[in-house]
């Protein structure tokens, strides 16, 4: 074999070798922000004066919170469901621990908001491009209250005045 053959089959293989690990880096940087919009979603937190969002208002966040990742929205649905969950089972993790606490002195009520989020998004590097559907929900409680059974009445004020002492 002559030189002239020899570097090119090494100049073949270091650009295989090249490529490969270019393909690689850009598929695990690809996979990592797909992976991050999850957490994003499950971040993003109540409005001002603890209230929750709106489902416009969470859907603009969402889609900021993709494309701060550099991820393109090809799909977005949002869906917000309400629920006032008062049986034992269907209270969340705060909700159940709550309720074991109080025991049967009385009943928790709480509101809970989800929101559905389902998305087809695209991450782009270099020539490649990775499509992802994904699937979070975002869970926030609006209320809790407490309802106790058999509440005592206050005692009537007393209309005349006692002396104390001597």
């Not at 002559?2 to 490969?20: D, S």
């Not at 909700?95 to 695209?122: K, P």
Request: include cysteine; charged fraction near 30%; hydrophobic fraction near 40%.
């Amino acid at each position: 074999m002559n030189t002239r053959a020899r570097n090119a089959v090494l100049v073949g293989l270091l650009l295989a070798a090249c490529l490969g690990g270019a393909y690689t880096y850009a598929r695990y940087e690809m996979e990592d922000r797909l992976l991050d919009f999850s957490p994003a979603v499950d971040r993003i937190g109540y409005d001002r004066g603890g209230r929750i969002p709106t489902t416009e208002d969470f859907t603009a966040r969402t889609r900021a919170e993709a494309e701060s990742l550099g991820l393109e929205v090809v799909s977005l649905e949002v869906t917000r469901s309400d629920a006032t969950r008062t049986e034992d089972r269907q209270l969340d993790a705060t909700g159940r621990l709550a309720q074991e606490r109080i025991g049967a002195l009385g009943q928790l009520r709480m509101r809970l908001v989800s929101f559905d989020v389902r998305a087809t998004l695209i991450a782009r590097r270099w020539f490649l491009s990775r499509t992802a559907e994904v699937s979070v929900q975002r869970t926030y409680r609006e209320e809790v209250e407490l309802h106790t059974p058999g509440e005592r009445p206050l005692p009537a004020p007393v209309d005349e005045l006692v002396p104390r002492g001597m």
